[in-house]
């Protein structure tokens, strides 16, 4: 069962570098999420998409770009990166009603010096 | 605005002993609630969530939590904790409004010693 899959699992990256993550998910769920993870700081959302073709900003999008690329993937992109964007980056589906279970992928390292 | 707050970043309990996780929430709107664990360098996976059903709920690994709509909490506990049980477990609000995204708390991390 492959779930969620975030590619890739490790990257380090110089300042000013840009990358994406990839995501795809395998259950036909119609909404995805990217979240950040940070020492103390728990879970941070920072883009979602409730369906293919929309996006929304979560609670931390400066600095982020996403793209839904279809019902399966969603990608997320780091244009200039910055040391403050080091962080564990997971990726999310769900079913889009309120109350559903959210599944997670493994999570993608990510360090910018 | 929706919130979760638990008490307490590190909980350390003996093999055997009562674990008890704290998480209180602020939500304008009856919520759902999810206890999510984190073992070392892999993503969450569910350990129960409380959807308006039940206010006891039953998880995975005999974790248990209890929706108090009075106290705005949703304590997660296990009457007798494993080695297999360190973790870091998040407590995350939903509200009905708001499609499936989830709020997290800070994580609470669970050391159980021999």
């Known amino acids: 069962n492959a779930g969620v899959t975030q590619t890739p699992k490790f990257q380090v990256l110089k300042t000013g570098q840009s990358m994406t993550l990839q995501c795809a998910q395998d259950m036909n769920h119609n909404s995805m999420y990217w979240y950040r993870q940070d020492p103390g700081m728990g879970l941070r959302l920072i883009y979602y998409?409730?369906?293919?073709?929309?996006?929304d900003k979560g609670e931390v999008p400066n600095g982020y770009n996403v793209s839904r690329l279809n019902k399966r993937e969603f990608s997320l992109r780091l244009e200039s990166a910055a040391p403050s964007q080091t962080s564990v980056y997971f990726c999310a589906s769900s079913e889009r009603r309120s109350g559903n279970t959210i599944y997670f992928g493994e999570g993608s390292w990510l360090t910018v010096v | 605005a929706q919130s979760v707050t638990q008490l307490g970043s590190h909980v350390s309990v003996s093999e055997g002993a009562l674990v008890l996780l704290r998480c209180n929430y602020s939500s304008s709107v009856p919520p759902y609630l999810f206890w999510y664990v984190q073992y070392p360098n892999q993503g969450l996976q569910l350990l129960l969530k409380y959807t308006s059903a039940a206010t006891l709920v039953k998880g995975i690994n005999d974790f248990e939590a209890e929706f108090k709509k009075s106290e705005t909490s949703f304590h997660l506990t296990k009457p007798s904790a494993h080695m297999s049980d360190a973790a870091e477990y998040f407590c995350a609000v939903s509200e009905s409004n708001q499609g499936g995204k989830l709020i997290f708390g800070q994580g609470t991390e669970l050391s159980v010693k021999p």
């Open positions: 998409s409730a369906s293919e073709g929309t996006t």
